[in-house]
């Protein structure tokens, strides 16, 4: 980056670059066994039922992207060790409270029409933060994905909403924020 300036603007618009990034990073930290990193993450820490796996997806281009499946139990088995490792102040807890510090605010008008992107005020680090209509001292973060797959994780009240949908006309609000506002 030597002799580049900043261009002043902060901006999460960096379309999967930190995922692949991680991603790519965890393969190369794994010595070539990368699936022995994931059944340590997935299967002894998550404890989770099924198989979950990436998937590497080559675009139009030389562009490529990963995607995490998992089943709808295993989602939630994930949302549950997040949960715990906020609590227990982890690594993982630490370095999501941080994103809650350093999260920026959305420019609105930009958003694609996915159900988080739009619900939300601020991002960090591929969570969402400060959810329309809800009082922004409350700790909820939320996760959003494929087809209107969401986890919602409420601190405050120590609750979980996971929706796994295969697609994005559900009734956001009637069935995730009005559970998630009590």
Not at 93 to 114: C, D, T
Not at 135 to 140: Q, V
């Amino acid at each position: 980056m030597q002799g580049t300036k900043p261009n002043g603007k902060r901006g999460y618009h960096y379309n999967g670059l930190i995922s692949n990034l991680l991603l790519n990073y965890a393969i190369f930290k794994s010595g070539g066994n990368f699936n022995q990193l994931l059944n340590k993450i997935f299967n002894e820490r998550v404890g989770v039922a099924n198989r979950v796996y990436f998937n590497k997806i080559r675009g139009s281009s030389d562009e490529a992207w990963y995607q995490f499946h998992a089943t709808p139990e295993d989602y939630m088995r994930i949302a549950v060790t997040i949960m715990e490792d906020l609590q227990q102040n982890t690594c993982v807890g630490q370095y999501l409270k941080e994103l809650q510090i350093l999260k920026i605010p959305k420019k609105m008008n930009k958003l694609p029409n996915f159900p988080m992107f739009k619900k939300s005020k601020s991002y960090g680090g591929q969570f969402h933060f400060d959810i329309f209509g809800i009082d922004k001292t409350r700790k909820i973060i939320g996760m959003s994905g494929f087809a209107g797959q969401q986890i919602l994780i409420d601190l405050d009240n120590k609750r979980i909403i996971v929706v796994n949908s295969l697609y994005r006309n559900y009734n956001w609000k009637k069935i995730v924020h009005s559970v998630i506002k009590n």
